[in-house]
């Protein structure tokens, strides 16, 4: 990147924060107002920044300003590395409070009765199909109570040919 760089603009650079191989040398005294004004920062950012350390100031809270825009560059270099790790958390944050919220809708439409469980519509429908089974094998005896004139040879007809329906429909080998 700085290989894209002229020799006039490298000569500004080195000029605004010098050679480092140079001994610090006294440096121009700023206040946090004019250090945010050349970070692009505000002031308040700037202290915060020197009281965690980033930035050098003295006791009278003025910045070296070479030395400082260092600092601040060199934080900016580690925090960008950090920002890689960062966008990965957050992404896994993101995938966790999707799975939380996921969870979450789907007890609320429990609790609405929206869903049921699996388990419960089965014994369900096999309440509902043993109800049919009971009510198909009692259909023999029901017509020899209605119907007087069927012999014992015709229910048992009758009775056989609901058996093999019943049995077609378990096996699945119904026709239509």
Not at 6 to 12: D, K, L
Not at 48 to 55: D, F, I, Q, W
Not at 149 to 159: M, S, V
Request: charged content about 30%.
């Amino acid at each position: 990147m700085l290989e894209n760089l002229t020799e006039i603009e490298m000569a500004e650079i080195a000029a605004l924060v010098g050679d480092p191989e140079d001994p610090p040398e006294a440096d121009d005294l700023v206040n946090a107002a004019t250090l945010a004004d050349w970070l692009g920062l505000t002031p308040n950012h700037v202290s915060a920044l020197a009281r965690e350390g980033v930035l050098p100031r003295n006791p009278a809270k003025l910045f070296p300003l070479r030395r400082a825009i260092r600092a601040y560059c060199g934080h900016a270099r580690t925090g960008s590395v950090g920002r890689k790790v960062d966008a990965e958390l957050a992404a896994e944050k993101l995938r966790a409070a999707r799975a939380t919220a996921e969870k979450l809708e789907i007890a609320n439409a429990k609790a609405r009765g929206e869903i049921i469980a699996a388990a419960e519509v089965e014994r369900e429908w096999a309440d509902v199909l043993r109800g049919l089974r009971a009510g198909f094998l009692s259909l023999p005896s029901r017509a020899a109570a209605k119907l007087g004139h069927l012999t014992p040879h015709d229910l048992a007809a009758l009775d056989a040919e609901v058996r093999d329906v019943l049995m077609e429909i378990a096996e699945g080998d119904l026709e239509q």
